[in-house]
C-alpha cells in the first residue's frame, strides 16, 4: 500500500524529527555531526529554506525548517541519504541508518513555536548529557547566545511569521 505524500504548506514552519534505526547511535564521534551540518549547508543552498533552530542527540535530530519553494521532504530525503552514505561508508555498514521516514510537525502558534524551540535547545539536558544548554555543543543555542558563528542556522528571523523575541 502506498505511503500518503505529505501536506506541506510554503511558508510553513516544521518541526524535523528523526531517529536512527533501533534507536541506535548515528553520531559516533565530532566529525560525524559537523558532516551533518555541513551537509545541512549544502542543501540549504540548494534548496533554500530557513533554518532556525537544531539539536544534534547521538541517537536523533530534531530540527525547525520554515519552507520555502521546495518541499522539505526533498531537503530532508537528500540530506538523509547524503548521510547514510558518508556514515554506513565511514563505519563499515549497509542498510537503513534512520528508523521509518522522518516525522515534520506543522507549527501552528507563536505560543507553540516559542516552547518547541525551548524543547529543541533543552533535548540534551533533559537526557542528562550535559548540566547547562551552552554546554552542548551540537545544538543552534550556542549561536543564539553568542558563543560561536550562526554559519547554518538563521538565527534572526527570515519572514513575518516568526517575531525576533520567539527565537531567543
Request: proline fraction near 5%; charged fraction near 25%; include cysteine.
Amino acid at each position: 500500500m502506498a505511503r500518503k505524500p505529505r501536506l506541506e504548506v510554503e511558508g510553513g514552519l516544521y518541526h524535523i524529527l528523526t531517529r536512527g534505526n533501533n534507536r541506535q547511535r548515528i553520531f559516533g564521534d565530532n566529525n560525524d555531526y559537523q558532516k551533518m551540518l555541513r551537509l545541512l549547508e549544502v542543501q540549504k543552498a540548494k534548496l533554500p529554506f530557513f533554518f532556525y533552530a537544531y539539536c544534534l542527540m547521538p541517537n536523533h535530530v530534531h530540527l525547525l525548517v520554515e519552507r520555502r519553494k521546495a518541499a522539505i521532504g526533498r531537503v530532508m530525503h537528500r540530506l538523509l541519504t547524503g548521510y547514510s552514505r558518508y556514515h554506513n561508508k565511514r563505519y563499515g555498514r549497509v542498510g537503513h541508518l534512520f528508523q521509518s521516514r522522518y516525522k515534520g510537525i506543522l507549527c501552528q502558534s507563536d505560543q507553540y513555536l516559542a516552547e518547541l524551540v525551548r524543547y529543541i535547545h533543552l533535548n540534551p539536558v533533559r537526557a542528562k548529557m550535559v548540566r547547562t544548554l551552552a554546554a552542548y555543543p551540537y545544538s543552534s543555542h550556542r549561536a543564539y547566545i553568542g558563543m560561536e558563528e550562526p554559519w547554518v542556522v538563521d538565527i534572526e528571523p527570515k519572514s513575518s511569521r516568526v517575531a525576533p523575541h520567539i527565537l531567543s
